[in-house]
């Protein structure tokens, strides 16, 4: 008896080879369809499943193949084919119509409900709940398989990845129509919460080597290329991402921001990106070393050659010239990224921060809230000047990506000392202080929340502090304003917290 093969596609890449290499081995192919006149033009014989159900397609296409004569062939197992009418199906070729296409593009609902697929669906799982008797395939990549020799783990295979395809795209679909009945809004936390993900490649390890990790893609993600070095390891995209966060506060003009364990060790902004690195590389070039580079401009063959004076994981740009990459591809093991999304664009990539604990698993909004200098408020008698103003926007920016409890101190648009992860504030102030690459008077402090005590304005005093931002919120508001006032500081309140656990 002839095998038979049951194939209707909505993407008919790869089609009619896939059916002309059946008839050539022996095998009867049913059909629906527009999937069956491309089969017949192009010298296939499929008979039209039309004439194994006795009715034609009906409301324009939407009901073709949900038929009994269709699925018991399909769902019958050894003891129950002799109960069928016609021949068991051993094979079943079939994908949807494109759902996932019209995500997020805000899509008309009509357009949304015609492409959702029911049929396909149904096929797809009828053959994989009887994957022991039927090969169900449906991606183009495994039509190069040998279907007159697939055994039951090849099967299994296929099966898994039928569900693990129907159930992502019956999740878009919820999700979409949730977005678009306004049962939940994008700005909303909805009660149902899935991602899907698909393996890249393997890591070689994760933070440590008894860690085992890899890489996966996700449906919103950047477009970047290494033109340079070894593969990104776990640590190098973790470091990657926080500069390119940090370099993204500053996409209109040229920064510098340097990483190392995921926190800035200097950040400035310059003239130009030769400029902007020097200011960055002086506020800690003890901790620069074997650090993560982002800039936000071209890299020039000048800064090129600084870079390569020093041992670097990863320099991450947006465009380099030719001549600064030729320099920097001289360093083999020297990871050279180029970003070509729009830096503008970047913080839109990823919404929302997912965390897994043991009490549940934590999903929040990603912090892109920006400050307004227009609306913070300065609470001191003294009032900063422009330049102060421009300053502290600076530094409240950075101190968003500074482990809580975080300071920075900065001048002229540039870092001169951060520090971030510790337990007490105070301590913090004084470590940030101390690590002032030159000297604080007249500088910055930004704090990343609210001072609880006077101790801190007393120590960014006596070091000769200008002026101080934070968000404001503490029971001592009072008392450390009045402070500030009597030891001639300046202090903005912005209302705006900006904790990193």
């Given amino acids: 008896?002839?095998?038979?093969?049951?194939?209707?596609?909505?993407?008919?890449?790869?089609?009619?080879?896939?059916?002309?290499?059946?008839?050539?081995?022996?095998?009867?192919?049913?059909?629906?369809?527009?999937?069956?006149?491309?089969?017949?033009?192009?010298?296939?014989?499929?008979?039209?499943?039309?004439?194994?159900?006795?009715?034609?397609?009906?409301?324009?296409?939407?009901?073709?193949?949900?038929?009994?004569?269709?699925?018991?062939?399909?769902?019958?197992?050894?003891?129950?084919?002799?109960?069928?009418?016609?021949?068991?199906?051993?094979?079943?070729?079939?994908?949807?119509?494109?759902?996932?296409?019209?995500?997020?593009?805000?899509?008309?609902?009509?357009?949304?409900?015609?492409?959702?697929?029911?049929?396909?669906?149904?096929?797809?799982?009828?053959?994989?709940?009887?994957?022991?008797?039927?090969?169900?395939?449906?991606?183009?990549?495994?039509y190069e398989l040998d279907f007159d020799n697939i055994d039951e783990k090849t099967r299994e295979a296929l099966a898994l990845k039928v569900y693990e395809h129907t159930s992502k795209y019956d999740y878009i679909i919820f999700e979409e129509l949730s977005y678009n009945f306004g049962a939940t809004h994008k700005e909303n936390m909805p009660k149902l919460k899935a991602m899907y993900l698909n393996k890249v490649n393997d890591l070689r390890y994760g933070e440590n080597p008894h860690q085992k990790a890899a890489l996966y893609s996700y449906d919103a993600q950047i477009d970047y290329?290494?033109?340079?070095?070894?593969?990104?390891?776990?640590?190098?995209?973790?470091?990657?991402?926080?500069?390119?966060?940090?370099?993204?506060?500053?996409?209109?003009?040229?920064?510098?921001?340097?990483?190392?364990?995921?926190?800035?060790?200097?950040?400035?902004?310059?003239?130009?990106?030769?400029?902007?690195?020097?200011?960055?590389?002086?506020?800690?070039?003890?901790?620069?070393?074997?650090?993560?580079?982002?800039?936000?401009?071209?890299?020039?063959?000048?800064?090129?050659?600084?870079?390569?004076?020093?041992?670097?994981?990863?320099?991450?740009?947006?465009?380099?010239?030719?001549?600064?990459?030729?320099?920097?591809?001289?360093?083999?093991?020297?990871?050279?990224?180029?970003?070509?999304?729009?830096?503008?664009?970047?913080?839109?990539?990823?919404?929302q921060e997912v965390k897994l604990t043991p009490f549940g698993v934590l999903v929040q909004e990603k912090d892109t809230l920006e400050l307004d200098p227009d609306k913070f408020k300065i609470v001191s008698k003294l009032k900063p000047t422009q330049e102060q103003i421009e300053d502290m926007v600076f530094a409240f920016k950075i101190a968003k990506h500074v482990k809580s409890n975080g300071i920075v101190v900065a001048k002229d648009l540039r870092t001169l000392g951060i520090c971030g992860g510790q337990t007490s504030r105070v301590g913090a102030v004084e470590i940030a202080i101390n690590r002032v690459c030159d000297s604080p008077k007249g500088a910055i402090l930004a704090s990343d929340g609210f001072f609880p005590a006077i101790d801190n304005i007393h120590l960014a005093a006596q070091n000769r502090i200008a002026a101080i931002i934070q968000p404001a919120g503490s029971i001592k508001d009072k008392e450390v304003i009045e402070t500030a006032d009597k030891m001639g500081l300046i202090m903005a309140a912005t209302g705006i917290r900006h904790f990193r656990h």
């Fill in 225 to 351: 290329e290494i033109l340079n070095g070894k593969e990104m390891s776990y640590n190098n995209i973790l470091d990657a991402t926080a500069a390119v966060n940090i370099a993204s506060e500053f996409y209109d003009v040229s920064a510098c921001v340097i990483v190392k364990h995921t926190n800035p060790c200097g950040v400035a902004l310059g003239k130009s990106i030769s400029d902007a690195w020097h200011k960055a590389l002086d506020c800690d070039p003890l901790s620069a070393f074997g650090g993560i580079v982002a800039f936000t401009k071209e890299v020039d063959e000048e800064v090129a050659k600084c870079l390569t004076s020093m041992f670097l994981e990863i320099v991450i740009a947006p465009h380099y010239s030719e001549g600064a990459l030729e320099i920097l591809k001289t360093k083999k093991n020297l990871r050279v990224i180029k970003i070509n999304t729009e830096l503008k664009q970047y913080q839109n990539f990823v919404p």
């Fill in 1 to 142: 008896m002839k095998k038979r093969a049951y194939i209707s596609v909505y993407d008919k890449t790869n089609i009619v080879e896939l059916a002309k290499r059946l008839i050539q081995s022996g095998w009867e192919i049913v059909s629906t369809g527009n999937t069956c006149k491309l089969l017949n033009d192009n010298g296939v014989i499929a008979t039209e499943s039309s004439t194994i159900t006795g009715f034609s397609e009906l409301l324009g296409g939407k009901v073709k193949s949900l038929h009994p004569d269709i699925f018991a062939p399909i769902l019958a197992d050894e003891n129950e084919q002799k109960e069928l009418k016609y021949p068991p199906f051993s094979l079943v070729v079939v994908n949807l119509y494109p759902f996932e296409k019209y995500k997020g593009v805000n899509a008309d609902i009509d357009t949304l409900l015609k492409n959702i697929d029911i049929g396909g669906v149904a096929l797809l799982r009828a053959a994989a709940k009887n994957y022991k008797n039927v090969t169900v395939v449906c991606d183009v990549d495994d």
